[in-house]
């Protein structure tokens, strides 16, 4: 349970603090033959308060953040993620780190005022602050080179959002724009 200092140091994560279920999340990923595949999931997201971590001068509240997805009537997850949300009250910074099991770690920041109930993040291949590293596969067949997401929790309680994984596939000259979307409801 969160205690009322971490919800107050949190600034707009403070409203994610809990368990969170979704049943109509959409998928649109690279199919088996490269091409385009379009999946209906459900997933449920957690997110627990770390208290406050000191880097020196910067001071940063967080969440410890799990997430996993499974493909409408399926059993197994297709996907899950591991990480931390960041606030960095100082420089109005949110950050999302997270390590997802296929070989991919991304750090995606942006400048979010305190109270703000919508945000965007964004990292890009190269960065030395807000970036994407990925394994020796995926950075030749699906190199990923940005990163975008937005969250808006609603004002019904619900949180949305939406993301894009832009893909550079192999022999492919245009960008595919892996999206993940979901709508969500605590819980717990």
């Known amino acids: 349970m969160a205690t009322r200092e971490e919800l ?4 707009p994560l403070a409203a994610l603090v809990g368990v969170w ?7 649109v990923a690279p199919s088996d033959a490269r091409g385009t595949a379009h999946s209906k ?3 449920r997201m957690t997110f627990e308060p770390t208290g406050r971590v000191d880097n020196h001068e910067q001071v940063l509240y967080g ?3 799990a997430t996993k997805a499974w493909r409408l009537g399926a059993d197994q997850p297709f996907h899950e993620e591991l990480g931390y949300w960041l606030w960095d009250a100082g420089a109005r910074q ?3 780190c997270f390590l997802v099991p296929r070989g991919i770690a991304v750090i995606a920041g942006g400048t ?5 109930k919508s945000f ?3 990292a890009d291949l190269g ?3 807000y970036g994407i590293c990925s394994n020796k596969f995926l950075d030749k067949e699906f190199k990923t080179v940005r990163y975008e997401l937005e969250v808006t929790v609603d004002d019904d309680g619900s949180l949305t959002y939406r993301e894009d994984t832009q893909l550079k596939m192999k022999g492919k000259d245009e960008l595919f724009h892996h999206t993940d979307e979901n709508t969500l409801r605590k819980v717990g």
Do not use: H, I, Q, W
Request: no cysteine; charged share 40%.
């Open 8 to 11: 107050d140091n949190l600034g």
């Open 21 to 27: 279920e979704g049943e109509k999340g959409n998928d």
């Open 41 to 43: 999931f459900r997933e």
């Open 63 to 65: 969440l410890r953040y």
């Open 94 to 96: 949110v950050m999302r």
């Open 112 to 116: 979010v005022e305190p109270g703000a």
């Open 120 to 122: 965007r993040l964004a």
């Open 127 to 129: 960065s030395e602050t």
